[in-house]
């Protein structure tokens, strides 16, 4: 039996949603790479009918993904993208067309990393280029037809994963890990991460693993693969459960299990820097007295609203951590701080182009102040725990290692245990600091980079 061929009408609508689709992924990458807004930010607005990528407010939820998906990887691959790229154009676009050079971009992480079929990558990309003056439809056309045909020699010959790391970051990673590692950091870069999630504790981890078809890991956090909308998932509308990266749930639980190993398990505990929220609800929902500041009224109204859902509670507070003036002390403190947020590339792929070494020095000596604040909050015989996800060394072992070593900060480390993480030995290090990286739990689909310290207050 003959297959009956499209009609023409559906096939041009066809054609015309994966056109706005491409039309907002475009939006998305100008967004992040030329103006410098985050790859959620620039999604959200546009989803609202705003900013560069308001093609995706006219898009349903599975043209928003795909369009997210093609921002997200160019982003991802990038550097292997401009190499291949380099390779087969004769010469450097003009600055002035650097929406074509995007196009082009999208156009090979569709041929190469996303498997699309070329005649629609190629279709669209040509029609695209329309949306800029010039005479650049050919260009486009010849290049990812080029793209297409060669597309297995130039995929192994320009097959590197750290050609996608920023040359300061990766200069900074093989000074602090080694080549090898710094290489398997690139490499766990490049996959879509999985979904992790966090069980509220007095639901059943067995029975709430076989609903959401998820594996559990040693740590207790659920993982399963991504598809579907987070909020039509088993449990989310109940409060049953929250997203949450492995490695994001770690600095909490090792506060919590100090804690209650010094019979503290009702205690007061401060969160400092609370949005988004996960560390909150992981301290209500084990049962501590919980407040938490964060400086962003907004950011604090999602905190709200994710713990309305969980059906938990907490003092929220609006306030810059270096001002707050609670009138009490508190058992635990929890300084989840504010950080060039490296570690979380598996996820955020935008944070590379985002991120510049100059925004270090800024970041370090907020970090200080706000350990420094923290320290006059917490009671004698106290605990507190610092953590950053970054794989930045002055933003995680520095900081701590510079704060011990003035004599009047009346803190010693109170070291972490494997048990106390799952037995992740390797995430420990030999002073006993967290230390994750993205290559760690490699096989289970990895987890983000992440330091914390647990220090404690003299008596």
Not at 103 to 125: E, K
Not at 236 to 245: C, I, K, L, P, R
Not at 321 to 346: E, K, N
Not at 377 to 405: D, F, K, M, T
Request: charged share 25%; proline share 5%.
């Amino acid at each position: 039996m003959t297959r009956a061929a499209t009609p023409a009408p559906a096939k041009r609508a066809k054609q015309d949603t994966g056109l706005a689709a491409r039309r907002g992924a475009a939006g998305l990458v100008t967004a992040v790479l030329r103006d410098r807004v985050p790859l959620n930010d620039c999604f959200a607005e546009g989803v609202n009918g705003a900013g560069r990528a308001a093609a995706l407010a006219a898009l349903d939820q599975r043209d928003r993904a795909f369009a997210r998906q093609i921002a997200a990887t160019t982003l991802r691959r990038l550097g292997q993208i401009d190499a291949i790229l380099g390779h087969c154009l004769k010469r450097p676009l003009p600055k002035t067309a650097a929406f074509i050079m995007d196009v082009l971009r999208m156009g090979v992480a569709q041929l190469l990393y996303l498997q699309t079929p070329a005649h629609a990558t190629v279709d669209s990309s040509v029609r695209l280029a329309d949306d800029h003056p010039g005479a650049f439809k050919g260009l486009v056309n010849g290049v990812l037809r080029r793209i297409s045909r060669e597309a297995d020699a130039l995929t192994a010959a320009y097959h590197e994963p750290t050609l996608n790391t920023p040359d300061w970051l990766r200069t900074s990673w093989r000074g602090a890990y080694g080549d090898e590692v710094t290489n398997a950091i690139a490499r766990a870069h490049l996959a879509d991460p999985p979904l992790d999630i966090t069980i509220k504790e007095e639901h059943s981890r067995e029975h709430w693993a076989e609903r959401l078809e998820a594996s559990t890991l040693a740590t207790g956090t659920l993982r399963r693969r991504t598809g579907g909308r987070i909020e039509d998932l088993p449990g989310f509308a109940e409060g049953t459960w929250w997203v949450q990266d492995v490695a994001a749930a770690l600095p909490a639980r090792i506060l919590m299990s100090g804690l209650r190993d010094a019979g503290k398990g009702s205690a007061r505990v401060l969160d400092l820097c609370a949005a988004p929220g996960g560390k909150t609800a992981q301290l209500a929902a084990a049962g501590f007295d919980v407040t938490a500041v964060d400086i962003s009224r907004t950011r604090l109204d999602r905190v709200r609203a994710n713990l309305d859902r969980l059906g938990l509670a907490a003092r929220l507070v609006a306030a810059d951590a270096m001002d707050f003036r609670p009138g009490q002390t508190f058992d635990g403190i929890l300084v989840d701080a504010p950080c060039s947020t490296t570690g979380t590339l598996r996820r955020r792929p935008d944070v590379a182009h985002l991120k510049h070494p100059r925004d270090l020095a800024g970041l370090t000596k907020l970090q200080h102040r706000l350990l420094n604040a923290a320290i006059g909050l917490l009671a004698p015989g106290g605990l507190l725990v610092y953590a950053a996800c970054s794989l930045q060394p002055e933003e995680g072992e520095g900081q701590i290692e510079r704060l011990l070593q003035d004599p009047n900060c009346g803190l010693h480390r109170h070291p972490v245990t494997p048990g106390e993480i799952g037995g992740l030995a390797e995430c420990l290090s030999a002073a006993g600091d967290l230390r994750t990286l993205p290559c760690h739990l490699r096989d289970e689909g990895g987890m983000d980079g992440f330091y914390a310290a647990r220090l404690v207050k003299a008596a």
